[in-house]
Nanobody
Framework: QVQLVESGGGLVQAGGSLRLSCVAS????????TGWFRQAPGKEREFVAA?????????VYADSVKGRFSISRDNVKNTVYLQMNSLKPEDTAVYCC????????????????WGQGTRVTVSS
């Protein structure tokens, strides 16, 4: 079993940046692909980005964040990061990380363990 804890959310003005972190417990973290999802009030959960199990591996991004967000991981620290630049009000949501045995994948149903999320608010 893997436990995930996100941090780094907060309030930022449009055009600003935030870096989210997802710290995992368990020695098997390096064998899982990891993804970030977000859910805005009244909307369904949405895929943001994912990275394969190994550091420097393949990445996948939602079209809405390509060129602005960057996902990376440090398996020594059991941590995956989401660097978010040029933030827009429509990026406001609760951001959650999750791990999957396959990937990187954009499909919610591929993910086995989820964190509780960290809130990001972008003001205009």
């Amino acid at each position: 079993q893997v436990q995930l804890v996100e941090s780094g959310g907060g309030l930022v003005q449009a055009g600003g940046s935030l870096r989210l972190s997802c710290v995992a417990s368990g020695s098997t973290f390096g064998s899982y692909a990891t993804g970030w999802f977000r859910q805005a009030p009244g909307k369904e959960r949405e895929f943001v980005a994912a990275i394969s199990a190994w550091s420097g591996g393949r990445t996948v991004y939602a079209d809405s964040v390509k060129g602005r967000f960057s996902i990376s991981r440090d398996n020594v620290k059991n941590t995956v990061y989401l660097q978010m630049n040029s933030l827009k009000p429509e990026d406001t949501a609760v951001y959650c990380c999750a791990v999957a045995a396959i990937g990187p994948t954009a499909q919610v149903y591929d993910y086995d363990y989820w964190g509780q999320g960290t809130r990001v608010t972008v003001s205009s």
